[in-house]
């Protein structure tokens, strides 16, 4: 696990400095080594977060006439197989047994084709001297990040966006659609970012720049909705990719943990990761004080102690949420406002305390599987079958219907064909039907909201609503809110985190299924829970699914209340975003209502995060090259 950046110049060759800045911003992310490659046009640099071959597989890589130079960000999970293939064919390689050094033998050989080859999670940049080509690619669920930036001279990337946006050559022009996105989904959806000319290598994707026409093409190499049909038995089916996914992704070299609720994901990786280990899990789980009918700790405990691992018992109070809330907001980098992201945060910080380099979470079921109730009535609302229901929020509340909402989708069904989703939901609801109360006009003209395209446009509808509904949910809430969020934060602390059931195979598994039988009508994960009875038994697949739930508008409160005067003279203000009365009543959390409050927290987090693009890291790199 790495931060990687690089410049590319068009007529020059980059500038030491200019590199030395990106790759300061990512020491977080590589605190064990750092090292630099510059040579023409190009300048690449690679910091360190020994997980595998501690000691001899610092980057970059190169091939034997070093006109190859590799620099990677991740995990090759299947890396063994491919190094006993390429030494069975007498290729040397430099490290004693890095995962990451077979990606050369394997564009040798294979070309942008050895992206099939890989099985992982991982971003890199490969510079090819010889055909004068720069190479980026993200693996096939986007686990690891990349953002880029290319202008008349330069082409800059980095894994993180606060990185490139440090960069002198890159220009951070805010884009007042994307931060209208923000507002509405609580993230910037991919391949966007808040800056206008800064972009994400969308996953499963690669990009190729040609240095000779200074052009570049980006090209999909998979999509998990090209998936085949599965015809085998459901619950042996899955049940099966389970274990594969986890019994592939344990390698390390470096001490372990696991984030655990009360729930089934995390028990299903607990229950695994320990049967297919010989290495300790340390175990990670989370509370609230007085807030019984939500602390899952006694039950995530209890698993612990039957699985003979040792457990840490952490405590989110209304204080830490207010101390925290800059860090938070600096270690997600991206402009993020899931109320969640605390508790990311302190198990990162507790599992680098207590030496852990690898964490394990649970991310991905409860989007392949139903696991909200919400997205199963999304698909009945997309189908005319709502039955007096009401998506409700996260917490898949249902509520009778009023009149009025039904008539209001009834229009939509007669006059709208664009899929429902997002929109639905209670916050989505308020800030689309009060958007000229809380922002400035300016903001909404320059913006186009209302008119604002969401996300649910995007691409080409199928006949099939579930399946679409599961390919909205899982390419952006799951990429952005699980993944994007969970990767920022944990490496923020130094630490890698591994998603098991993001594991391609595994979502092929899931996906090829619901297109072979639906599934979305049975009771939520009843195809999962029927795959793991043996494993975890009635106790823990009968317990109602809680989730995340602090005591969030408590915390809305304390945290308005704390920090609320950063809005004066500040970006959203200054720039009109959100409207002057609208700021008055976020600093009094008190007198707003529910909704109020989410779109205030929204607005804070935002202003926060537009501050924290000024702060600077005090880390130092080596300003020794390594030339080719």
Known sequence: MCGISGI?????????EDLLELQRSLAHRGPDASSHYCKGPVALSHNRLSIIDIDTANQPFFDKDKSLCLIANGEIYNFSDIRAHYQKHGYSFTSKNSDCEVIVPLYLEHGIDCLEKLRGMFAFSLWDAERQKLILARDRMGEKPLYFHVSQDHFVFSSELRSIASSRLVDTSVSQRQIARYFRYKYVPEPHTPFEHVQKLPAGSYLELDIATWSYEIKQYWSPWDAKPVTGNPTEEIRQSLEDAIKTCIVSDVPMGLSLSGGIDSSILACMLTEYSSKPLQIFSVGYPDAPEVDERAQAKQLADRLSQPFHDIEITDDYVVDAFEDLVFSRNDPISDISGFSYLVIMRKAHEHGVKVMFQGHGLDELCWGYPWIQDAVLINEGKWHDRRIGGFRGARKRMTAQFKGALAGIFSNDKRLKMFDLQAPVEFIDQNFTKCFGTQFLEKSGWPGMDPIE?????????????????????LAE???????????????EMRLPFVDYKLVETFVGLRKQARDDQLPPKHLLKESVRDLLGDEILNRPKRGFEPPVHAWYNALLNAHGEI?????????QIVRRDFVDKARKPESMSRREREVAWAALNLEMWFRSLDHSSEATVSEDQVVA
């Open 567 to 575: 809005f004066e003279n500040g970006h959203l203000e200054n720039h």
């Open 481 to 495: 809110n699980g993944i994007a969020q969970g990767d920022r934060i944990s490496m923020a602390s130094s630490i």
């Open 457 to 477: 446009e995007y691409g080409e509808r199928s006949k099939r609503v579930d399946l679409d509904v599961t390919r909205l949910i899982v390419d952006y809430y």
């Open 8 to 16: 590319v110049s068009r007529h020059t060759q980059p500038a030491l």
